[in-house]
């Protein structure tokens, strides 16, 4: 029987709950497929500096290299929000994706026919709306230097540097065309090669990797006008490849494009870790209620079968079970309106797992 490690990275606030539901999806799978998932725990975020003093412990690091693949619930709340920036619990979250050089952060927001309405977009414009986000989540403005807040004739003054090398745009601009070659085949790299040098050269390498994949339509936007195209024309989007800060930007943007943040899965790969995470956050004012969606969750783990352990099936066979779920009504708080089924974190797990059970057989 086949068998994974699977550094698990629970975290603050609602982390454990939800990544226990998704464990439990993964343990289904597993029978399933007849592969076994071997769970190793370590501390990452407000607990850890509680626990270690430290937002990311070398000993997690360790045990994420000792892995095949890491899954993360969420970090940070009040409690850790007043600490300086470097020994916040999100310096954890950057410090292990730089550590670990997961360079290629992919964000799908995909609007769900159940969840239509949840968008603050109208109807006719956002439906079927399934787009994948790609932003570089290893080099430019975040990790630039020089930075800092300096002084010079008592006057104060502050730096970030936006640099990327030639090989750090390639390898993401790269996944970027790969991936867009499985799905619909269509790429728009996004920049402001207008003002910014990094940018140019960005483009530049765009063009000479288009070349090698010749059926993949190439779109160029700047940044700006790609935030205004997102709420205008979202359906027309397949995957959006850019840099590290406007990837930020632009992936919080499709995010409430297609309406719940609750829903939003992600991986970030690198050629030889990969972490999985849901993109909301600890939600610290609902933790331990039982209430917390635990499907964003769920999806990262399933993006976790699909992109680390070449699970297309299972990853296929968790979405459609996700959104059958949904069609028959059941909803936690956070997308729950009239008329609907109002159920808890592991309550619409188990109606996920039902539909597991019930599909399986379409997906070998
Ligand atoms: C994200 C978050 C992080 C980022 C913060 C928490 C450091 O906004 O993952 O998008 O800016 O990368
Ligand atoms: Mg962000």
């Not at 998932?37 to 360790?62: N, S, V, W």
């Not at 979250?93 to 360079?103: A, P, V």
């Not at 399934?130 to 104060?156: A, H, N, Q, W």
């Not at 099936?313 to 708080?333: C, F, W």
Request: glycine letters at 10%; one cysteine or more; aromatic letters at 8%.
């Amino acid at each position: 029987m086949k068998k994974y490690k699977i550094a698990l990275l629970k975290g603050d606030g609602i982390g454990p709950e939800i990544t226990e539901q998704a464990l439990r999806v993964l343990g289904k799978i597993g029978e399933i497929y007849g592969v076994q998932f071997e769970y190793r725990e370590g501390l990452i975020g407000g607990i850890a500096i509680d626990e270690m003093g430290t937002p990311l412990p070398d000993e997690t690091l360790e045990l994420c290299r000792d892995s095949d693949a890491i899954l993360l619930g969420a970090v940070g709340g009040p409690k850790w929000d007043n600490l300086p920036t470097d020994k916040r619990p999100e310096k954890g979250l950057l410090k292990i994706r730089k550590e670990l050089d997961l360079y290629a952060n992919l964000r799908p927001a995909k609007v769900w026919d159940a969840l239509v309405a949840a968008s603050p977009l109208k109807e006719d414009v956002v439906k079927g709306t399934d787009m994948l986000v790609i932003r570089e989540l290893t080099s430019g403005i975040y990790y630039g230097e020089p930075r800092g807040i300096f002084e010079e004739g008592g006057k104060r003054y502050a730096v970030n540097t936006m640099k990327y090398t030639e090989e750090e745009i390639r390898r993401v601009v790269r996944k970027g065309f790969e991936i867009a070659k499985k799905r619909r085949r269509k790429l728009t790299s996004v920049d402001k090669a207008n003002v910014l040098e990094v940018s140019a050269l960005w483009r530049q390498v765009v063009e000479e990797e288009k070349k090698n994949f010749p059926d993949v339509e190439l779109e160029y936007l700047y940044v700006d006008n790609c935030a205004m195209q997102l709420v205008r024309r979202p359906t027309t989007f397949d995957v959006i490849v850019t840099g590290n800060i406007f990837g930020d930007i632009l992936s919080d943007e499709a995010g409430v494009v297609v309406g719940s943040l609750g829903m939003l899965p992600s991986a970030s790969i690198g050629d030889k870790y990969a972490l999985y995470e849901p993109v909301h956050g600890s939600a610290p004012d609902i933790a331990g209620k039982g209430i917390a969606n635990p499907i964003a969750t769920i999806l990262s783990a399933a993006m976790m079968l699909k992109y680390s352990f070449g699970m297309d099936k299972a990853y296929d066979l968790i979405e459609k079970s996700v959104e059958e779920t949904l069609n028959q009504g059941y909803r936690t708080p956070d997308i729950w309106s009239e008329g609907l089924i109002k159920v808890g974190t592991k309550e619409i797990t188990d109606k996920i797992l039902e539909n597991i059970e019930r599909f399986k057989g379409e997906y070998v």
